[in-house]
DNA sequence: TTATATACGGAGGGTTCCTCCGTTTAACAA
DNA sequence: TTGTTAAACGGAGGAACCCTCCGTATATAA
């Protein structure tokens, strides 16, 4: 029952795979009390670790990044879905950008990292930054073939737009800012029709 | 004839501005051949100064960068009157937001140098920020007024928005989707009736 | 010519990044 | 158990950058 094609390969070590999740946490934990910009040293020594370590386990810093917050961007995600399943495609859009400014005003970290690989070299492997544009794609899709916004919408554009909002995350107000422009965007996105009739109550 | 209120003050010394014009120069140059991290070590190298040299005239990255481009700004913010001099309100503040995105296109150090700008700690002072700031928030009241987009816009989410299209101007691509971008935004920005005009020629 | 405020220069300390390679250790076979 | 070997570890160290500090040099004004 071995699954390997050739040769005999070794399991993977078991203090790898423990000093692997332990840089994890132990990033997570150091993203969140010293903040996005925390160096890789610093988490490194607080894992009690060798840099080199790190460097084995995650050549990147996006890399890292990746790793923590695979779960909430899956969740992020998963939303579109669940989204549509509960109300009309553009409503879910709009709704769906709401939460993504959601999730980076509490991970901001998250932000560069989606930045570095919306439009980074290579976008083909089935990274974090693939995730959220399939999702994207899926509403803005939806919500054209409805006729909730016009046909021609390109979903990256979006994509880069959310990013760019969210872009300055430390300034003060610009949680409420992002969710003001996520609105102009919205109501932008609409045929002329139906703005007119939302702006009427509805027919 | 002394301008001085009290005390006895000498005038600048002659090397001490020259010293300023060879390094704005030679940032200037810098910033186009190498890029827009070029390091201030390698700035003050290139103008045959030392690095100490170059801190007591720009203490900050920011202070250099806004030296460089001052008239690039400058033409920026004057742009918006002369518009504004030329057509409707509202296709002024559209051409405008065009124009940022070209402005920023060739200089990409400007975009980061705003940012830290816009949402900094002090915004008071007559900065670059400061006139972009004015030139949008000038058009965006005309356009309001003339009922070309709705009235209660807020300028400096606009201007948020400008900046955050202008993330991530490496990617291949960025500026036919920041100017996407720009037209959803400006349809988001107009009132119902209006669209719905536009949409139909005109009346 | 002299005095002095101004400006210069760059050494140096601190930080971060990342590589490289000698050492250790877990997995597997005998 | 023991030996072999591939995998993983650790951290020294070089490079780049930032920024400060202070001894030295010089332009200005008396």
Redesign the pocket.
């Known amino acids: 029952m071995n699954v390997e094609a050739k040769g ?13 999740e332990r840089l994890v946490e132990t990033a997570k934990a150091a993203f969140a009390d010293v903040g996005p ?6 988490i490194a020594r607080r894992a ?6 790190l ?3 995650f ?3 996006d890399a890292i990044v990746e790793a923590v917050y695979r779960r909430e961007v899956d969740e992020l995600a998963g939303a579109a879905t669940r989204l549509l399943a509960s109300r009309p495609a553009g409503e879910a859009l709009h709704h769906w950008m709401r939460l993504f400014v959601d999730y980076i005003a509490t991970k901001k970290v998250i932000a560069s990292a989606l930045g570095s690989m919306v439009g980074g070299a290579s976008e083909l492997y089935a990274s974090s930054g693939a995730r959220i544009i399939q999702a994207i794609s899926l509403l803005v899709d939806r919500a054209g073939a409805a006729g909730d916004i016009r046909p021609d919408v390109n979903p990256k554009d979006l994509l880069r737009a959310l990013i760019g909002f969210t872009y300055g995350a430390d300034n003060v107000g610009w949680r409420p800012s992002a969710l003001r422009l996520i609105d102009i965007l919205m109501d932008g996105l609409k045929p002329a029709e139906v703005r007119a009739a939302a702006d009427q109550g509805q027919d």
């Not at 910009?37 to 610093?42: C, F, K, P, Q, T």
């Not at 009690?48 to 370590?53: E, S």
């Open positions: 005999q390969a070794r399991k993977p070590r078991a203090d790898g795979q423990r000093n692997r910009d925390v160096s890789l040293d610093e009690g670790l060798g840099i080199g370590t460097y084995r386990h050549p990147t810093r």
